[in-house]
Structures are given as structure tokens and as C-alpha cells.
Nanobody, 120 residues
Framework: QVQLMESGGGLVQAGGSLRLSCAAS????????MGWYRQAPGKQRELVAR???????NYADSVKGRFTISRDNAKNTAYLQMNSLKPEDTAVYYC??????????????WGQGTQVTVSS
């Protein structure tokens, strides 16, 4: 059983910062990519940022230069540092990870989501 636990969401004023964390736990052999997606009301879920095991990253154009994704492989944890937040960043943020368990195939997992609200 593999679980992703997110933390760090909340309410912040425009221009402020938040740091999200996503910790993977359970029977984990290896983690390939970890990423953050978000879904605003009435909109589709979209990729925010993703980092693979070698450290390469990619970002949505809307967050480039403001958000930074990182990971601590020893802790099976990914982080999303969000700076210069804008009201349009308001959404539920979901962690996603491609994880291979012991004796199992590579599978994608989702966290439960954490709300980020940016007030103007």
C-alpha cells in the first residue's frame, strides 16, 4: 500500500509565498517522477510542475520563474515552493507520483489534494 500525504496549503495574500510538501509512504521500491497538478473550480486539472528521479524539471508556463519543485529522495518527499502568488493560482493542488512497489509494476498515485487560496 502506497500513500501520498500533502501538506502546506492555506490562505495567503497576493504576492505571498507557500510551500507544499508531498510525502510518499508504504511499500516503495523506487519513485520515478513526482509532480504537482492543480484544479480550479470549473476547470480541468493541469500540470504545475514535475521532477524526475534524475532531477530534471518542467513547469507550466504560468508558474515559470515563480514556483520551484524539488525532491528529497532519502525522504521520498517532493516540495513545491510557490512565490509571488497570484489570485489565479487559487486551486486544489494535488501531488502525483510514479512509484514502483516491491514486486509490483510502476503505478501512478495521487494525493488527496490541498487547498491553496490567494486573496487579492
Amino acid at each position: 500500500q502506497v500513500q501520498l500525504m500533502e501538506s502546506g496549503g492555506g490562505l495567503v495574500q497576493a504576492g505571498g509565498s507557500l510551500r507544499l510538501s508531498c510525502a510518499a509512504s508504504g511499500s516503495i521500491f523506487s519513485i520515478n517522477a513526482m509532480g504537482w497538478y492543480r484544479q480550479a473550480p470549473g476547470k480541468q486539472r493541469e500540470l504545475v510542475a514535475r521532477i524526475i528521479s534524475g532531477g530534471s524539471t518542467n513547469y507550466a508556463d504560468s508558474v515559470k520563474g515563480r514556483f520551484t519543485i524539488s525532491r528529497d529522495n532519502a525522504k521520498n518527499t517532493a516540495y513545491l515552493q510557490m512565490n509571488s502568488l497570484k489570485p489565479e493560482d487559487t486551486a486544489v493542488y494535488y501531488c502525483n507520483a510514479d512509484i514502483r512497489g516491491w514486486g509490483t509494476a510502476l503505478l501512478g498515485y495521487w494525493g488527496q489534494g490541498t487547498q491553496v487560496t490567494v486573496s487579492s
